[in-house]
């Protein structure tokens, strides 16, 4: 009698043990972080923004830490991108905007940490997604600066199968979603792009302006207030591809999500404050007057709008120095 108090208790203590190692979201996101440097694979997604939804292809090879990948737009013309390295070799037509930044394709090294200060991280439950068995993790964002995610990820590779970015009310801003799935090896003939696919040259840069972004006090400008959590990550200074005009760009990083302030230079055009919102993506331009002449002030990103205006409306020239 006295064998079946001891045994209940080491069965008791075997399934809290149980319980205690099942990994929690800051580990799923762990796993995440490398998912992509270290597995192939190859499906079809749906990607879903604004009411609109596109398909497309994906061939993805890790090849010891290098990545090489294809994606092929199934809807209207075939519009594809071929990168590897994380450098971007030849594309044909332009993809629906955002699938450049489909799950699993761009590398991201994500710190739960820090996130944890700016969002509530969860392991909300399972789901099967292409046939294949997830686990739900979810970003609840903890101020309305940002946005929410709901990711659903493969239990055997922690890539994202399914990818919703949500508004606080819960409302849809943008889906991806793989109908097809496996982590099958994509072959050369997989990975050749097509004929119609142009070679990108891309500029060179500096790679100590990368290591130190140039703080926005040394670019003549100052600014009132950025959401919590969002840090300088980027900085580059160069010119307008259309029109040659002077072109700075700072981006913003809160772990999870980004966003861009660029400042050009008027040279007298007209140009009309504007704000607008493409799914999840703001954008909002506001005028400033500078010493120099007026300033066309711009902050695009996955933010909500109301972020985005306030970011841009918080740039304000630093006075001008006095010559010696």
């Not at 997989?190 to 100590?208: F, G, H, I, Q, T």
């Amino acid at each position: 009698m006295r064998a079946l108090p001891l045994l209940s208790l080491l069965i008791g203590s075997c399934l809290a043990m149980k319980v205690q190692a099942a990994p929690d979201a800051a580990q799923w996101l762990d796993r995440l972080s490398g998912a992509e440097h270290t597995q192939s694979f190859q499906g079809t997604f749906v990607y879903e923004r604004s009411g609109s939804f596109s398909t497309h292809d994906i061939w993805h090879l890790a090849d010891h830490g290098k990545v090489t990948e294809r994606v092929l737009q199934l809807d209207g013309s075939a519009q594809e991108v071929l990168r590897s390295a994380g450098v971007t070799q030849c594309v044909s037509g332009s993809l629906v905007p955002g699938v450049n930044a489909v799950p699993g394709s761009s590398h991201r090294e994500f710190d739960p940490l820090k996130l944890m200060s700016w969002y509530d991280l969860k392991v909300a439950g399972r789901s099967r997604v292409a046939g294949r068995p997830a686990v739900i993790v979810t970003l609840t964002p903890k101020d309305s600066n940002r946005y929410g995610f709901e990711l659903h990820l493969d239990e055997q590779t922690a890539l994202p199968l399914k990818s919703l970015l949500l508004t606080e009310r819960g409302q849809l801003l943008e889906r991806f979603q793989y109908t097809r799935f496996n982590t099958r090896e994509p072959s050369a003939e997989d990975l050749a792009a097509s004929r119609n696919c142009k070679p990108v040259v891309a500029e060179a840069r500096p790679a100590a302006a990368e290591q130190a972004p140039q703080p926005l006090a040394a670019l003549g400008w100052r600014s009132d207030w950025l959401p919590a959590g969002f840090e300088l990550v980027e900085s580059q200074v160069g010119k307008a591809a259309d029109n040659g005009v002077p072109l700075t760009r700072l981006m913003y990083d809160d772990g999870l999500t980004r966003f861009s302030v660029f400042f050009e230079p008027l040279q007298g055009a007209q140009a009309s404050d504007a704000r607008t919102q493409l799914g999840p993506t703001s954008a909002v331009s506001r005028r400033q007057s500078t010493a120099d002449g007026d300033v066309m002030v711009t902050v695009v990103g996955e933010v909500p709008l109301g972020t985005a205006e306030r970011v841009a409306l918080s740039m304000h020239p630093l006075p001008a120095q006095p010559r010696q």
